[in-house]
């Protein structure tokens, strides 16, 4: 009978608690669509418009069968259709590497007949590693590996088939970025992790964290008057597409780098207050935030090298660079060039340590109150059978019985 008036209580719980996540999760949709029409681009023509050939110029593929060591002239044995056969290659500027015979290279055939040199073909390398690393998630994250594949595939499509054309036409950047990234995550992480209360919880935190990245990244953007992307690349945009800002291009870049670090962080950090409400179902709101956050406190303080790692490690020949040249260290950390660096490391580790605490908040809320609910009913349960009110041991039996929080069904739509 105990068992009977307990699950006559949880429904009511879990759906006060669902209508509330998903009532944010909408708010949070509707404005992701409405950003999305604003900016939405009127056609995909901007995409391939621009050739990346002199003009007459024929894009070759070949296998190198012979090489000059002394002038790096080379003969390769050209495969395209209509231009078979061996023909001489000339290099272009200083190689980066020397070439081998049988390496397969890409070519371009000027008006005049000359063949030079664009680039070496790495498809097979790359093909082989994506091959590997494809294997190896569904081999170890089964089903949850294939999801997020997927996730990650249909999140590339917003990325190719909207952000994109979007700030080519000449979209706010900031508002690009986010209704990428809330788009973005919510494919992932629903196709990933399934619907779920805890899915729901990572992902507000995700979205709270993205925003507060925006605001502070537009600030630093703006006030360090950031230049936007290297020099070599803003000198093609800028001659492709003047309409750009770029110092709006760096701030949609670093919401969307910000993205994945986030994503992990608040994913795990959920699950973490989701494992500690199994293990202890008589945990309150604030002790689950409490104790959450001994965990939360860990994983900022290794994301956030993490982030600077990442940052250094990718910039590693520019810090380089700067390091030979005699220049007072103020002066190259602030340098427009590492400039964009340390603002994208600070702002992205300040959205990533407010991220933890505020998805820690809503788990423990979340796991909080449905405890308090089951315990409620519990009690008054059995003093209705005149039997003495269980402990903690027996309102784990209870919970246990009524649902499993660690597959994310408490509270959670399914």
Do not use: K
């Not at 965990?295 to 900022?300: C, E, L």
């Amino acid at each position: 009978m105990g068992a009977g008036h307990s699950h006559d209580v949880r429904p009511r719980a879990s759906a006060g608690t669902t209508r509330l996540l998903w009532a944010l999760v909408v708010g949070v949709l509707a404005a992701v669509v409405a950003g999305a029409i604003v900016t939405w681009p009127s056609s995909l023509d901007r995409l391939g418009s621009e050739s990346y050939l002199y003009e007459d110029a024929v894009h070759l593929d070949g296998v190198v069968v012979e090489v000059d060591a002394e002038t790096g002239a080379s003969v390769i044995d050209v495969s395209t259709a209509g231009y078979e056969g061996e023909q001489p290659m000339q290099p272009i500027g200083i190689p980066a590497f020397e070439l081998r015979v049988g390496d397969h290279v890409n070519a371009v055939a000027l008006e005049d007949g000359t063949v030079v040199f664009a680039d070496l073909d790495r498809a097979f390398p790359l093909l082989a590693l994506l091959i590997v690393y494809v294997v190896l998630v569904l081999a170890v994250a089964w089903w949850r590996g294939l999801g997020a594949l997927l996730g990650l595939l249909l999140a590339f499509g917003i990325v190719a088939f909207y952000t994109v054309p979007a700030l080519l036409e000449g979209a706010s950047p900031p508002i690009v970025g986010m209704v990428t990234s809330a788009g973005a995550l919510f494919v992932l992480l629903y196709i990933a992790h399934g619907p779920n209360a805890r899915t729901t919880t990572a992902y507000l935190g995700t979205i709270a964290g993205l925003v507060l990245t925006a605001a502070l990244g537009t600030w630093a953007v703006a006030a360090a008057r950031i230049p936007g992307v290297p020099d070599e690349a803003e000198i093609n945009l800028a001659f492709v597409e003047g309409r750009l800002s770029l110092q709006g291009l760096a701030l949609c870049g670093l919401m969307i780098a910000g993205l994945g670090v986030l994503n992990d962080v608040t994913i795990t950090q959920a699950s973490a207050v989701w494992e500690l409400g199994t293990v202890r179902p008589d945990l309150g709101p604030w002790q689950l935030f409490t104790r959450g956050m001994r965990i939360g406190r860990d994983h900022i303080a290794s994301t956030v090298y993490t982030i600077a790692f990442a940052y250094v490690g990718a910039s590693l020949p520019l810090i380089m660079l700067i390091a030979v040249y005699d220049n007072p260290i103020g002066a190259a950390l602030t340098s427009s060039e590492i400039a964009g660096e340390v603002v994208r490391t600070l702002v992205g580790s300040i959205g990533l340590v407010l991220a933890v605490p505020l998805t820690t908040a809503i788990g423990a809320m979340i796991v909080g109150w449905r405890h308090d609910a089951v315990a409620g009913s519990t009690i008054a349960t059995r003093d209705d059978a005149g039997v003495a009110p269980g402990g903690a041991p027996a309102l784990a039996a209870e919970a246990g019985a009524d649902a499993d929080p660690t597959d994310g069904s408490v509270d959670g739509p399914r």
